[in-house]
């Protein structure tokens, strides 16, 4: 069956429904995509605190270094905020995300002409939820980069570590790293669905030559896993200077960006801990779209890319 007007839809586009539907098929695919690459996080992190120690170390040199220092579950420390805070994050972040896409690029005031203005629609659209989505996640953040890489060990996981971490530091000790965090993850966001957006675009016209609702599932699903890994790989470049700082400051190896910044060096934020983050992004974010998009087929929608509208086709 072709993937434009689908039969069976649980719902219309566009309708409180559709952004339920995005909703959950945000949460399960960051959720499930996050836990799976959490040994290769805890070995990011503790790379990213403890650079001395993991300097010039391979990604399995690293992992076997844990293994022996601190047995095979530090491996899998964190992975209950992953779990949760990632679900919650990416619930928000690609519901939210095709909400305000529709809300501005209906708004004639702003853009009279989607078209003209389609990089801004995404840059506006994909920062919106990424505001909101790291306000959900950034308690979640804080207990897991702790729970990864303090010694000695701050808490065994989430359930542990949220009523410790409130004790010892208040609640502004969940929001600590919430600047940084914007800082690494709205360049990123806009960076990678505009990419997304942008690649579909063009595999469309220019690389198939077909309408997306004239290809096949297996056919969109490809699509949108080949944009999927370019707007991961490109966004990583991106948000790797704050992605160190966030690290920085939540382990308390800093008290400000600033002094985050200088401790770890200019030319440090662009490069530690990279290949290891390209490593782990791409991958990860083609199989959130790849989860995401599947949801969206199972229940009759098209899949991502370019505006939905509710009556028209193409």
Known sequence: MKGGGVEGK??????GKYYGVCFVG???????????????DVLKVNMQVHPDKYKGSSIICGLATLWKEEGPYSLCRGWSSKLFGYGLQGGFKFGLYEYFKNFYSTDDVFFANYNNNKTLIFFLSSS???????????????????????HPLFAKGLVDGFPLLYRTEGLSGFYRGLVPLWARNLPYSMIMFSTFEHSVDIIYTNIIQRRKQDCSKPQQLGVTC??????????????????????????????SAMQAVKSIGFPNLFTRSLPLRIALVGPVVT????????????????????????????
């Open 128 to 150: 919106s939820s990424q505001i909101i989505a790291d306000v959900a996640l950034s308690p979640f953040e804080a207990v897991k980069v702790r729970v990864q890489a303090s």
């Open 26 to 40: 945000g949460m399960v695919s960051a959720g499930i995509t996050h836990v799976a690459i959490t040994p290769l």
């Open 226 to 255: 080949l944009a999927g890994y370019t707007a991961g790989a490109i966004g990583t470049l991106i948000s790797n200077p704050a992605d160190n700082v966030v690290s920085t400051l939540y382990n308390k190896k800093a008290e």
């Open 10 to 15: 649980v719902c219309e586009e566009l309708s």
């Open 287 to 314: 199989l959130q779209w790849f989860f995401y998009d599947t949801i969206k087929l199972l229940c009759g929608l098209p899949t991502s890319g370019g505006l939905a509208r509710p009556e028209a086709g193409g």
